[in-house]
């Protein structure tokens, strides 16, 4: 957990507790949009890590001292994220378009990366309908066995339909749910700009799905 108690104490915020596979610990939300980023962190694979409520930035408005605690700080690959959820409708306000333009500065400095991230960046359908749907088999155990079997079978049918690949490891004995299991690790590839369902196409994955 961060550096800030998350607690919805005097105020109707809803706020709450996710599971990372990613992270193997509890990751505190306290908005409904930083919930569903995380869905999109856990499976983005240039993510090797992530904290809510990271650190304190401290900045000065007229002579003011103040403090900023961004809500996720992000390692992406080499690069290193610092980022403000917000609803698309707060982000021109004039306090908070000052108060970004001030700490996109600060990270700069440090080498690190502003970016606010709002809901219509985060909840484009029917993409995170399928991440939410794929990250209940993020714990399904896979083995060597599993991606063997959907390799020669995909050797075979470059394309396959999500039934058709299903249907081929039930009859190698391997449940259903280690092929939504290899999709959500990216060793399968469906396209989901388009709802996941069993006429879905599933090939071997040729690129990384990102988050940016």
Same mark, same amino acid.
């Given at each position: 957990?961060?550096?800030?108690?998350?607690?919805?104490?005097?105020? /109707?915020?809803?706020?709450? /507790?996710?599971?990372?596979?990613?992270?193997?610990?509890?990751?505190?939300?306290?908005?409904?949009?930083?919930?569903?980023?995380? @869905?999109?962190?856990?499976?983005?694979? #240039?993510?090797?890590? @992530?904290? #809510?409520?990271?650190?304190?930035?401290? @900045?000065q408005i007229e002579g003011q001292d103040h403090s900023y605690t961004p809500d996720f700080y992000v390692e992406r690959g080499?690069?290193?994220?610092?980022?403000?959820?917000?609803?698309?409708?707060?982000?021109?306000?004039?306090?908070?378009?000052?108060?970004?333009?001030?700490?996109?500065?600060? *990270?700069?400095?440090?080498?690190?990366?502003?970016?606010?991230?709002?809901?219509?960046?985060?909840?484009?359908?029917?993409?995170?309908?399928? +991440?939410?749907?794929?990250?209940?088999?993020? /714990?399904?155990?896979?083995?060597?066995?599993?991606?063997? *079997? *959907?390799?020669?079978?995909?050797? &075979?049918?470059?394309?396959?339909r999500l039934s058709e690949v299903s249907r081929h490891l039930t009859s190698r004995n391997i449940a259903g749910q280690v &092929?939504?299991?290899?999709?959500?690790?990216? +060793? &399968? /590839?469906?396209?989901?700009?388009?709802?996941?369902?069993?006429?879905?196409?599933?090939?071997? @994955?040729d690129e990384a799905l990102t988050t940016k």
């Amino acid at each position: 957990m961060g550096i800030r108690e998350i607690t919805n104490k005097g105020s /109707k915020k809803v706020i709450g /507790k996710f599971a990372s596979h990613k992270l193997k610990t509890t990751v505190w939300w306290e908005s409904q949009i930083e919930r569903d980023y995380i @869905y999109l962190l856990e499976i983005d694979p #240039e993510v090797s890590f @992530y904290q #809510e409520q990271p650190f304190h930035i401290a @900045y000065q408005i007229e002579g003011q001292d103040h403090s900023y605690t961004p809500d996720f700080y992000v390692e992406r690959g080499h690069r290193q994220q610092v980022i403000e959820v917000k609803p698309a409708r707060e982000v021109d306000k004039e306090e908070n378009a000052r108060l970004f333009r001030i700490i996109r500065a600060i *990270c700069a400095g440090q080498n690190r990366e502003f970016a606010v991230v709002t809901e219509t960046m985060i909840r484009v359908q029917p993409r995170l309908s399928n +991440i939410k749907l794929l990250s209940r088999y993020a /714990k399904v155990p896979l083995e060597p066995h599993d991606v063997i *079997c *959907c390799q020669e079978f995909l050797a &075979l049918n470059s394309k396959a339909r999500l039934s058709e690949v299903s249907r081929h490891l039930t009859s190698r004995n391997i449940a259903g749910q280690v &092929l939504y299991a290899l999709i959500y690790h990216g +060793i &399968l /590839k469906v396209d989901f700009s388009q709802p996941i369902n069993s006429d879905s196409l599933i090939s071997f @994955y040729d690129e990384a799905l990102t988050t940016k």
